[in-house]
């Protein structure tokens, strides 16, 4: 093993270390022992200085031509490309997915990079007849200013870079806070947009906690704009923050995303679609699959076939060619698992299978967990209510359709939701009734499409979309213009 390098800052085109010069390592959690990298613990100070570099780019950026801000983007997806298999192998070994996730995750971030460099090229306004006929009414879009971009660990490439890519491509400049547990994958990222000769000041990272860092964004009154994915509790008190001193917020929060299966539907596709959409990625996935509701009928034979499958699922390092699931991210995100599972047991429900720490030879190291499934779950449970972000699976048996769409809205979140049925009346039935910001029939819940937007309903969001078109609208405001000669 290499000798672990230190990742700094990026501020106003320059890397430098934090200004208390304290840092901390990076663990792998396939393997406690290894740091994959030492990263700055900054604090306001650091945070600071990025917003000025920010406020101070912003408006040669603004006065960039859209199609050539485009340009530059197009050079970082190109940057990005070339270093996918590396940055994908540092994701892997900083938080655990499995190679060929990161890889994809990567390849995503290369995709969205791309598609807002085209955004750059298409129209951000509308003729509106005024009542004036000399007149001419119209919108046109302005960008906020500077925008702070607060991530999560759980995607460390794909989620900075959706919410960073649209917020250059409409004229903002950005102070993007990474989650600490993955800032090693965040600084390679940057590093991107800096080879692809972004200019200084544009995007600037400042690494360290979110009690430090994020909360210096959340009251920085320089920062027009906030954009958050992570916890419901982190996330209200950011919205709190942001609304009390006026600056836009967007928030994207848990789920808690449940899969129907009735009676007609397909069960071998239906039980695939359940462990992927719930077990890849170890469940962290805000789109993962959590609770399966089952119709009666096919109850027992739904969960014979997914237990039988379960079992099977390789467990180990995601650096490994043969693992199909990896480790939790932490040691905090595993020890939140097993209090669930211990929970679930409990409060009655029934283990099938899985249950414990994964701890032979090698895996001892790591933070590993088996693939759980509960039967016999209630709809009062804390498994059946709670994000518990992690592999495990919560069957709840209900008799009719309507039984099914009212337990899968029985929940305080509602980002995804999916439903297998060949029924053309269960599947509109589930379209028009499921409060959700995704719904997906014959497919699993956890799956997105760069180009669509995205986002939840009830406390999942806060009822704004990400990515697609819909980007614009938390990156720009509306501008009314009235044009007399
Ligand atoms: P988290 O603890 O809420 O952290 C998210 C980000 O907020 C991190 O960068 C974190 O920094 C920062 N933060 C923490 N405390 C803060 C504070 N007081 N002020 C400002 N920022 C603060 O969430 P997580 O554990 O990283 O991620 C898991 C959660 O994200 C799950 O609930 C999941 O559902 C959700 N998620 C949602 C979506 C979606 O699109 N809906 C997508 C992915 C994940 P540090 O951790 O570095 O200290
Ligand atoms: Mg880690």
Known sequence: MTEAKTYVNYIGGEWKPCASGR????????DAREVVGYVQLSDAADLNEAAAA??????????????????????????????LDEIAETMTREMGKTLPEAKGETARGVAILRYYAGEGMRKTGDVIPSTDSEALMFTTRAPLGVVGVISPWNFPVAIPIWKIAPALIYG???????????????????????????????????????????QAIIDHPDINGITFTGSEQTGKHVGQGALARGAKYQLEMGGKNPVVVLEDADLDLAVDATISGGLKSTGQKCTATSRVIVQSGVYESFRA?????????????????????????????????????????????????????VTEGELGNGF??????????????????????????????????????????????????????????????????????????????????LQAPFGGMKMSSSHSREQGQAAIEFYTAIKTVFVKA
């Open 23 to 30: 840092t901390e390592g990076s663990v792998n959690p396939a």
């Open 54 to 83: 920010a406020k101070a780019a912003a408006p040669a950026w603004r006065k960039l031509a859209a199609p050539a801000r485009g340009d530059v983007l197009f050079r970082i997806a190109n940057a990005l490309e070339r270093r």
């Open 172 to 214: 903002n400049t950005v102070v993007f806070k990474p989650a600490q547990e993955t800032a090693v994958t965040a600084a390679k990222v940057v590093e991107c947009f800096h080879e692809a000769g972004l200019p200084a000041g544009v995007l600037n990272l400042v690494i360290g906690r979110g009690s430090a860092v994020g």
């Open 305 to 357: 076939k997914l237990v039988d499958k379960v079992k099977k699922l390789r467990v180990g390092n995601g650096l490994d060619a043969s693992t199909w699931m990896g480790p939790c991210a932490s040691q905090s995100q595993l020890n939140t698992v097993l209090d669930y599972i211990a929970k679930g047991k409990e409060e009655g429900a029934e283990l099938l299978c899985g249950g414990g720490r």
């Open 368 to 449: 590993y967990v088996e693939p759980t499934v509960f039967d016999g779950v209630t709809r009062d449970m804390t498994i059946a209510r709670e994000e518990i972000f992690g592999p495990v699976l919560a069957l709840i048996k209900v008799d009719t359709v309507d039984e099914a769409i009212e337990a899968a809205n029985d929940s305080r979140y509602g980002l995804s939701a999916s439903i297998f049925t060949r029924n053309i009346g269960g599947m509109l039935n589930f379209v028009q009734n499921m409060d959700a910001g995704l719904v997906r029939i014959n497919a699993e819940s956890a799956g997105v499409e």
